[in-house]
């Protein structure tokens, strides 16, 4: 797509400029291209294709189902909406764990045939080989721990990680590590507000969370759910501007009325 001169693009860079200047940074799932080019318009900082595509999108219950190839395909839809926003798509579960060449593979993939600006990976220590060798191609990564949901099924339950200080330690040193291989930015997810705040004071390179408290660089939400797209969800983390399930259940239920009562369409309305 092409970019308008006057439109000046969020990059990895000018995310750093905002933590080092105090910004706050604002981040939202988006999976397809009329929601990327709403978000965008609205000025979002950062578009993040998330694998919780396969939640919202697919209705699938974990976020483990979603394959390289519809990943590519959200990415590639979000993209041809965007022009300032820069945007970051998950590596889908299997496609990088345990084997860095098929993590290359895999990111490569996903710069070339959707045309996204960097992915995110879940994961410290047990991935660092994956996240360096996507480094060496020049293709930027986001980090992403505490609850990781590629991991559920270790975990067990989707509640608060890292609150015992063992597995905050290893949180911390593993935040640590992935600034340390290169990576731009780190989503913390559902972690306790004080320790989320600490990591943030500790590392240079932006720290987005959810679920983690206001003392971090920046907050991401998925957009279903912020926009209340999906009234089943509701962790305290979320904040819900809108009650699109109920507007929308309204609006089709008038437009339902009017076609069966024969007032759509109006003569104003045809041709
Ligand atoms: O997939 C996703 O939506 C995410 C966010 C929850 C950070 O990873």
Request: hydrophobic share 40%.
């Amino acid at each position: 797509m092409s970019v308008h001169k006057s439109v000046k693009r969020v990059t990895t860079h000018v995310l750093q400029e905002m933590k080092r200047n105090g910004e706050k940074i604002a981040m939202l799932t988006a999976y397809d291209f009329t929601m990327g080019r709403i978000l965008d318009g609205a000025g979002i900082d950062i578009l993040l294709v998330g694998d919780s595509a396969s939640n919202v999108m697919a209705g699938h219950e974990t976020t483990l189902p979603i394959t390289l190839d519809q990943m590519i395909y959200h990415a590639a839809s979000v993209i041809r909406g965007v022009q300032r926003s820069l945007v970051v798509v998950d590596l889908p579960f299997g496609s990088y764990q345990g084997n860095s060449k098929e993590a290359l593979t895999s990111a490569i993939r996903i710069m070339k045939e959707s045309g996204a600006h960097a992915v995110k990976l879940e994961g410290g220590r047990e991935i660092r080989e994956s996240v360096e060798r996507i480094l060496s191609a020049g293709i930027p990564v986001m980090g992403h721990l505490g609850l990781t949901p590629q991991s559920i099924y270790k975990f067990g339950t989707y509640t608060v990680r890292a609150k015992e200080t063992a597995e905050a330690d290893r949180l911390i040193e593993d935040a640590h590590l992935l600034q340390e291989t290169g990576c731009f930015a780190i989503v913390l997810e559902k972690v306790p507000a004080k320790l989320a705040g600490r990591v943030a004071s500790e590392l240079e390179v932006p720290i987005i969370g959810i679920g983690a408290g206001g003392g971090v660089d920046g907050q991401v939400l998925v957009s279903h759910d912020m926009l209340g797209m999906n009234n089943e969800f509701s962790p305290r983390f979320l904040r819900r501007y809108l009650n699109l399930h109920e507007d929308m259940t309204l609006a089709v239920q008038r437009y339902i009325a009017d076609v069966r009562a024969k007032d759509f369409p109006s003569s104003n309305e045809q041709y």
